[in-house]
């Protein structure tokens, strides 16, 4: 059975970095990319990238460029994500995701979710 | 504001349907299949489906998708109290880098 399970909650000051984790389990790392993203309270889901541990290709969502890093170490079967230079409106629940392959690209399995405070 | 457009909120009673749609451009949903996600309160979305209209294993067939041009639909029948939720749509755009960008619809509040 395919688990992703996340690192705990995070409270952070604002200029912060926050590392969250997201071991997988129950299927080959490899193969399958990992994808990010986050939810504001109240709000919508946010796309923040993704990552391939196959051939290392990334992908990140364009404002967040030069403060976000996806790795993977294929090692522990897991996979991280690092924001930087936190602000207040970086405040959500971030998700890790699996890819999957069918006629397209699609998320089917997902972690339980983390929550990051940004407060002063 | 979310690229992909979703109704803020839909209702309808036990037993009843009701259809949500999500709206893009021909860039995303007119180039790329479409996903649906169930995120039940306080929970971490589901895959409810993908590639349009395709069921994942263990998905009831109360749920149903279809797509038509840059309009994509989610369509549940039968509507149980255990049916509320909040639904995203999701699709893949191409990308400067090639890998592809991940739009997400703004979420339907289904009450029952």
């Known amino acids: 059975q395919v688990h992703l399970v996340q690192s705990g909650a995070e409270v952070k000051k604002p200029g912060a970095s926050v590392k969250v984790s997201c071991k997988t389990s129950g299927y080959t790392f490899t193969s399958h990319d990992i994808g990010w993203a986050r939810q504001a309270p109240g709000r919508g889901l946010q796309w923040l990238g993704w990552l391939s541990d196959h051939n290392g290709d990334t992908n990140y969502e364009q404002s967040l460029q030069g403060r976000l890093t996806l790795t993977t170490d294929a090692s522990t079967s897991t996979a991280y994500m690092e924001l930087r230079n936190l602000r207040s409106d970086d405040t959500a629940v971030y998700y890790c995701a699996r890819v999957a392959y069918f006629e397209s690209r699609t998320f089917d399995h997902w972690g339980q979710g983390t929550l990051v405070t940004v407060s002063s | 504001q979310s690229v992909l457009t979703q109704p803020p909120s839909v209702s309808a009673a036990p037993g009843e349907m009701v259809t949500i749609s999500c709206s893009g451009i021909?860039?995303?949903?007119?180039?790329?299949?479409v996903s649906w996600y169930q995120q039940l309160p306080g929970t971490a979305p589901k895959l409810l489906i993908y590639?349009?209209?395709k069921r994942p294993s263990g998905i009831p067939d109360r749920f149903s998708g279809s797509l038509s041009g840059t309009s994509a639909t989610l369509v549940i029948t039968g509507l149980q109290t255990g049916d509320e939720a909040n639904y995203f749509c999701g699709t893949w755009k191409n990308s400067l880098s090639g890998g592809g960008d991940v739009l997400f619809g703004g979420g339907t509040k289904v009450t029952v």
């Open positions: 590639d349009n209209n």
């Open positions: 021909s860039s995303n949903i007119g180039n790329d299949y």
